[in-house]
């Protein structure tokens, strides 16, 4: 379960910083405020692993290139 703790921690801030357009939906949220995921369901876990990998294999392409 601490697997699915650290996505919801990784998506939490994450943006690129192409979110908006110049003064569109200033103020307004396009997430709505809950979130019905069950967090025991079996998709769910093997969607968490699946993108834990892919971001692993980001951030060691990423520190490879920086060396």
Do not use: H
Request: glycine share 8%; hydrophobic share 30%.
């Amino acid at each position: 379960m601490s697997m699915l703790k650290d996505i919801r921690i990784l998506g939490a801030g994450a943006t690129n910083g192409k979110d908006k357009t110049s003064g569109e939906n200033d103020g307004q949220k396009k997430v709505p405020e809950d979130f019905d995921i069950d967090m025991d369901a079996p998709e769910t876990e093997r969607a968490a692993v699946a993108i834990q990998s892919q971001f692993r294999k980001f951030q060691k392409k990423k520190a490879g290139s920086q060396s």
